[in-house]
């Protein structure tokens, strides 16, 4: 089993910053594509930024300049940097990671979630 664990939201004032922290762990026995997603109360979840296991990052529009997503392959982390936050940044982010994984029988290779963490930005 899989399991992605998400830190580092929380409330912050427009023009702030958060760094959300994403770490995989179990039966790993690769760690692919990693990015960060969100879901504003109402509104369908969206990218915000991905990244390959090469370090290919890509981003969304509204969080192209502002954020900056990395990660430690070492320690099978993804961070997301957010600076100049806005009130419409506000809502649930969520991690995501493309992993291989030991099963029972073969290898498996899914997508995982984490629970998500939320983001408050107050104007």
């Known amino acids: 089993q899989v399991q992605l664990v998400e830190s580092g939201g929380g409330l912050v004032q427009a023009g702030g910053s958060l760094r959300l922290s994403c770490a995989a762990s179990?039966?790993?026995?690769?760690?692919?594509?990693m990015g960060w997603h969100r879901q504003a109360p109402g509104k369908q979840r969206e990218l915000v930024a991905d990244?390959?296991?090469?370090?290919?990052?890509n981003y969304a529009e509204s969080a192209k300049g502002r954020f900056t997503i990395s990660r430690d392959n070492a320690k099978n982390t993804v961070y997301l940097q957010m600076n100049s936050l806005r009130p419409e940044d506000t809502a649930v982010y969520y991690c995501?990671?493309?992993?291989?994984?030991?099963?029972?029988?073969?290898?498996?290779?899914?997508?995982?979630w984490g629970q998500g963490t939320q983001v408050t930005v107050g104007s």
């Open positions: 995501a990671a493309v992993v291989t994984s030991r099963g029972s029988i073969s290898d498996i290779i899914r997508n995982y």
């Open positions: 179990g039966s790993i026995i690769s760690v692919n594509a």
């Open positions: 990244i390959t296991s090469g370090g290919r990052t």
